[in-house]
């Protein structure tokens, strides 16, 4: 399955979370690549971290979509909105696209214009909208937050999304796993972080 994670706003942390779904789904024994599009080639650093400091599993990372669609394994890919061709091939091809959505105002319009850009695409490929999943990242931590809430009730109300409960709150952990090549699961197992990040895996992938 060749899962997207993406939207139309940069800064909604899509990097990080390609990086600790893929460690996540390898420690479920699932054979994952990830293919980083994005031209920071940030998840390509992270891999390069990871082999160079002899970590386990290493993260295999590619830097061109599969020709065809995959038959076996999991393929997770990240692009951004700076290489639209990019992102519209990978829009084509995605057999499911998960959707991160900062709580504000300015990622609910920026969520809008992606939908269009996804129907617009699949309308042009001839194929028909694939699944789409919508969940809050950097979200309050404070549990009344009124902007998650509010931001889940966005979500709700925009056609063709299903939004998931599981959120992943702002934490320094998220930060920390990214810079050392490590998920949060690994870097802080006990963590409040690795079990949001568990949740929402399990949300995502079943």
């Not at 970590?55 to 295999?60: A, D, N, Y």
């Not at 979500?155 to 930060?175: D, H, I």
């Not at 796993?177 to 409040?192: H, R, V």
Request: with cysteine.
């Amino acid at each position: 399955m060749l899962t997207l994670f993406a939207n139309f706003k940069g800064g909604t942390g899509k990097s990080t979370i390609v990086f600790n779904m893929a460690m996540w789904r390898m420690a479920q024994g699932q054979d994952v690549t990830v293919c980083d599009l994005d031209p920071q080639r940030t998840l390509s650093d992270v891999a390069m971290i990871r082999d160079e400091d002899g970590m386990e599993p290493p993260l295999t990372v590619t830097h061109e979509l599969p020709k065809r669609a995959p038959s076996r394994g999991d393929w997770l890919v990240d692009v951004g909105t700076s290489d639209m061709d990019a992102l519209r091939a990978a829009v084509r091809m995605a057999d499911r696209i998960v959707v991160p959505v900062t709580p504000s105002q300015a990622d609910i319009w920026a969520t809008q214009q992606f939908l269009e850009i996804v129907a617009a695409e699949r309308k042009k490929a001839r194929k028909k909208l694939p699944p789409m999943l919508a969940f809050v990242n950097r979200a309050d931590p404070h549990p009344r937050s009124r902007e998650n809430a509010e931001t889940m009730e966005a979500l709700e109300a925009l056609e063709n999304l299903t939004p998931v409960q599981a959120k992943l709150v702002q934490r320094l952990t998220f930060r920390r796993s990214f810079s050392e090549g490590l998920a949060a699961f690994e870097l802080e197992p006990g963590s409040k972080a690795a079990a949001e990040l568990d949740r929402l895996a399990r949300e995502i992938y079943g």
